[in-house]
């Protein structure tokens, strides 16, 4: 994993040429290029400073928000958003003001051709804003900003799935942002051309994914290295070599979208489900050339970059606490990046000196004009309108609202071409200065080289004219042999064909694969012999097998070696099999595909065919390898949730097999599903943990989803830099190999539970409570007792006065001591020493709350612990006898593994071990059921109480006894009283005596009358 920290450029080590860098709190930045993501030319005109414009658009609820019955929380009117907190209905929500408010939650139809649009007849039809509302607001303005020469930058923020895309790109005929704005532009072009002027456009595309740039519309640019961001003293920051693409036609951007798209899914599919953390840029340059009165040629030159962020929610917080190789991972590291940016630009705003951290990442060092310099800003704040997503729509909400603070100076960039050329003479001038000079480090000199053959490109590029460029890049086009959408289109009209399913849905059917008729071997890259290659750990050399009939109708499908992998409908297959329209096919762990024939479709026109959706296939899938998935129908909230949350890692946790499989790594990763209640919280939702075993060493540990996504992404890279021979995969250090988990940090073993109930009636409870591991199974027993006592510690047992009561509200208002002993555990794992016990208590009281460790106790499966702790629930209200009636303390039990050395294995491989295991498996762990445990508290407590009233059932039987045997009508109700409150044994006796001595000569007993008083129960 050598390389895996690499990957992320360290920011330090830019180039220095400018001596100390660019002035990060400057407000502007002049650059003379047509490099797309850069700044405009100088101008006089020093530009009015102007806020960054901020949109906010709700859109209607999906799916997934309608199946969990979710309720609306945002409102929007007159300019303003309100959002409320669904924990607390009563308060008002809180208020935001944003430039433009999109109402597109209700109030909406769809057309039959498949648009959004206003539709009168709902009480919201006047406020639902359609994607061509949204265009005529920002789109046009761009467009207007582009005429006039200034540059102009639209980012999308939001959580996954809030509608980033729909805006900027769209989905089918509810296009986005940026093909309206290209297909308007080059009608308005259509409208002028014939003049003076001549138009000039270009495209470029990029993807930001783990902070590698890759160039979306050159899919063999070094793919793991990604591109080299170069920064320039003037001109900012660029990616070098960006392949910038002149265009003529919407049609030619739109094909050049669709291949930029269709470079994203690939690399999404071999990355794995962590598609939607990648950020795109779509960079658009338009150039006016028209000469002056003087006969000079001017440039007017605008630079549009739309940027579609990946999902911005937060780990949670539960999440990769301290792992120590999420450094390399940077994910989310462009995200946090733009945060800060934004945060230091807002108080800078405000007056505040701050220095900006552009170069924390690869995104802000893009947008650093788009941010704090010379552009016209909007950005699209997208959020879901479900009570579901409160936390994540109120943080996007609170960064928009940041953000607007923020201001930028765009100017108008015209200038003289030859002026451009000249300031590039100048500059290289100076740097080949610099290169001959021999001054400052070997590094230095490289970047001086490299920057001066750019240079020296990049005037090249200027003095051909735009139609030779133009023409060159049709000629490379055209020899490339990609089709454009329109040939796919018609292709997959006509013949059988794959096409492949993401987990974004923008990604869907990007790749296509026709089937026409014969023999199609599927494999990956290495097997030079794959018709159709798809890559990954769990793709092998030759995989697949498709034949095709002449008539297109009679396509199977098989294996093309034992081992591979193949799953239709979910399923496995095994011999070969005939594929029907819309069958889902996954080749190893992430290929995901869908078959469709359309003449199979044609052939049976009355045959239904449910919606494929990457979840439903995943769901399948899922469901097949035996975690019970429901499609639809009542399913409770927090299990809807843990099934998505399964969905979107076992991929993942498939291909970390066949990683670890294909490295040798002795690794088995597992989803598990762990019950809330197993935490103690039966309200929140089931949580999904990946237990990781080590067949070499029998240690085994529980990761929670997100590290083990973040691991899952270097396993990724060490994989390809061992395939790629870039690394031998013996140099990888323990600490760089992320199969590797420390050993000396304790894990948890398992959770017992101490019910509080006998507390409320001072019943002593000494008892066996079972150990359960996180998913579910037992991990040994831990012996407890509660026993109530008095504030020093007393113990008060059933004779003591205080010690009865038959109503628990007697409680409410008082404090309740009691002393929790854990003594000893038994039949621990032998693989844990350095065992102890923790747990929390933290009710009521602030000053009562504490969290406590017993002693470690190492090298027996069976550790004593005596541990003796004094609690008190102070001044009892209803919320905290509610706790003691039903509540529990959860006593986690932590401890050390212990490597050993596993002699079952004889010489296996992980390949033997994996598949021995499966068979091993059996049933798929239990869930834990709390509820067992529960009821034998419960059973305890009920025996004891009962065993107190039929005692003084006994009592009162014997007064009746002994009060027929002298001739008595009545008793005095003293008697009955004193009995039935007595606390104890004691007491009943005493009541019993008198009653048999002097109840029949004076009625009542002297201390009749104290005693009662002392029946109310609780101490002190
Ligand atoms: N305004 C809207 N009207 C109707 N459907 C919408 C709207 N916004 C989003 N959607 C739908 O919601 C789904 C998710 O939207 P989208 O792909 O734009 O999310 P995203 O924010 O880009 O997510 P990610 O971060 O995963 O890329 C899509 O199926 C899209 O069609
Ligand atoms: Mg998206």
Request: charged share 25%; proline share 4%.
């Amino acid at each position: 994993m050598a390389k895996g920290g690499k990957k992320s450029r360290s920011p330090s080590k830019k180039p220095k040429q400018n001596g100390g860098g660019v002035d990060e709190t400057a407000k502007k930045t002049t650059v003379s290029s047509s490099k797309p993501l850069t700044n405009g030319t100088t101008h006089s005109d020093s530009g009015a400073e102007e806020n960054l414009k901020v949109a906010v658009r709700v859109r209607s609820f999906n799916k997934r928000e309608l199946d969990m019955n979710a309720k609306p929380i945002i409102e929007m009117s007159a300019g303003q958003t309100v959002i409320r907190n669904p924990a607390e209905p009563a308060e008002d929500g809180k208020k935001f003001a944003f430039d433009y408010s999109y109402w597109s939650f209700d109030g909406g139809k769809q057309r039959s051709d498949g648009f959004w649009e206003p539709d009168l007849a709902q009480p919201n039809g006047k406020k639902y804003c359609d994607q061509n509302k949204v265009f005529e607001d920002l789109g046009k303005g761009m467009l207007g900003n582009a005429w006039e020469g200034y540059n102009s930058t639209l980012f999308a923020y939001g959580q996954t799935g809030s509608g980033k895309s729909y805006s900027v790109v769209g989905y089918g005929p509810n296009k986005g942002i940026v093909p309206m704005f290209c297909e308007q532009l080059f009608a308005e072009i259509d409208t002028k051309k014939g003049g003076d002027t001549a138009y000039e456009v270009t495209f470029s595309m990029l993807e930001i994914y783990n902070e590698i740039v890759r160039d979306l519309l050159n899919p063999n640019s070094d793919k793991k290295k990604g591109l080299r961001i170069r920064q320039h003293p003037k001109k900012g920051f660029w990616p070098e070599q960006l392949a910038v693409v002149p265009v003529d036609s919407y049609q030619a951007i739109s094909n050049k979208m669709d291949q930029g798209a269709t470079t994203r899914t690939i690399a999404a599919t071999n990355m794995n489900a962590t598609s939607s953390r990648a950020h795109t840029i779509v960079c658009i340059t338009f150039i006016q050339k028209s000469k002056n009165s003087a006969g000079q040629e001017l440039a007017k030159s605008s630079v549009v970059n739309l940027v579609d962020l990946a999902g911005s929610e937060r780990v949670s917080s539960t999440g990769a606490t301290g792992d120590r190789l999420k450094e390399g991972a940077a994910i989310n590291q462009s995200l946090s990046a733009l945060g800060n940016v934004i945060s230091a630009l807002a108080d800078q705003s405000n007056g505040k000196k701050v220095k900006v951290p552009y170069r924390d990442s690869v995104l802000t060092q893009l947008l650093m004009n788009a941010l704090g310099g010379n552009s016209k800003t909007i950005m699209i704040a997208a959020i879901s309108p479900a009570d579901i997503n409160y936390e994540e729509s109120l943080s996007t909400l609170r960064y928009a609202d940041r953000a607007k603070q923020i201001k930028t100076r765009a100017i108008i960039n015209e200038d003289p071409t030859e002026k451009m050329i000249r300031e590039l003479q100048d500059e290289n001038a100076r740097l080949k200065k610099m290169v001959q000079g021999g001054g400052g480090s070997i590094e230095d000199h490289e970047d001086y080289k490299k920057e001066l053959e750019e240079n020296e490109r990049e005037m090249e590029e200027m003095r051909k004219s735009f139609e030779e460029k133009l023409l060159l890049a049709q000629a490379e086009s055209a020899a490339s042999g990609v089709k454009t959408s329109a040939e796919v289109a018609k292709q997959r009209a006509k013949y059988p064909h794959l096409y492949n399913l993401n987990i974004d849905p923008q990604l869907n059917a990007m790749v296509v694969h026709i089937i026409k008729s014969g023999k199609y071997r599927i494999g990956n890259a290495k097997g030079s012999k794959s018709d159709i290659v798809l890559s990954g750990p769990s793709m092998l050399e030759q995989h697949a097998i498709i034949v095709s009939a002449k008539d297109h109708l009679a396509v199977t499908l098989e294996k093309a070696t034992e081992q591979a992998r193949v799953l239709v409908n979910g399923k496995p297959i095994t011999g070969q099999m005939q594929l029907r329209h819309n069958d889902r096919i996954l080749f190893g762990t992430s290929q995901l595909y869908v078959y469709a024939n359309p003449l199979e479709q044609k052939k049976n026109p009355t045959a239904k065919y449910p919606t494929v959706t990457y979840e439903m296939a995943q769901g399948e899938i899922a469901e097949a390898s035996g975690f019970k998935i429901s499609q639809g129908g009542e399913l409770a909230q927090s299990d809807r949730a843990a099934q998505e949350k399964l969905i979107q890692v076992m991929p993942a946790v498939e291909d970390a097999n066949s990683i670890s499989e294909k490295l040798d790594k002795m690794m088995k990763f597992e989803a598990i599903l762990v019950s809330p209640q197993l935490f103690g919280k039966p309200d929140s939702e089931w949580e999904v943990l990946i237990r990781v075993r080590n067949f070499a060493n029998g240690l085994q540990y529980n990761w929670t989803t997100e590290k083990f996504m973040e691991r899952y992404a270097q396993m990724r890279g060490l994989y390809e830099d061992v395939e790629d021979g870039d690394i031998k995969l013996s140099d990888v250090t323990a600490d760089k190999d992320p199969f590797v988990e420390p050993t000396k940090d304790p894990t948890l073993i398992g959770v017992a539970s101490a019910y509080l109930k006998s507390l409320a009636y001072f019943m002593p409870m000494k008892t066996q409570t079972a150990i359960k591991d996180l998913s579910g199974q037992d991990a040994g027993v831990l012996n407890i007792s509660l026993t109530n006592c008095d504030a020093a510690g007393n113990t008060l047992d059933e004779n003591s006065s205080a010690a009865w009561v038959d109503s628990t509200k007697a409680l409410i208002g008082k404090d309740l001591y009691f002393r929790f002993l854990i003594s000893r555990a038994y039949g621990i794992p032998a693989r844990f020493t350095d065992i102890y016990c923790a747990f929390n208590f933290k009710f009521g009281d602030e000053k009562e709350k504490r969290s406590i460790k017993t002693k470690k106790v190492s090298g027996t499966s069976n550790p004593v612990f005596e541990h003796n702790e004094t609690l008190c629930f102070k001044n009892i209200d209803a919320a905290t006898l509610s706790v003691i009636e039903n509540g529990r303390i959860l006593v986690e039990l932590w401890g050390v593994q212990v490597p050993t050395s596993r002699d079952d294995r004889d010489n296996r491989d992980t390949r033997a071990m994996l598949a021995a295991d499966a068979m091993n498996k059996g049933v798929l762990p239990q869930m834990m059921n709390s509820s067992d445990s529960k009821s034998s508290f419960e059973v305890d407590v009920l025996r004891q109480r009962q065993a107190k009233i039929e005692a003084k059932l006994q009592y009162m039987r014997e007064i009746c006894t002994v009060g027929e045997a002298r001739g008595m009508d009545t008793v005095p109700l003293s008697y009955i009283k004193g009995i039935l409150d007595a606390p104890g044994v004691d007491t009943l006796d005493k009541w019993a005596k008198m009653f048999e001595y002097k109840g029949i000569h004076d009625g009542r007993p002297a201390s009749a009358n104290r005693i009662n008083k002392s029946t109310t129960c609780v101490i002190s």
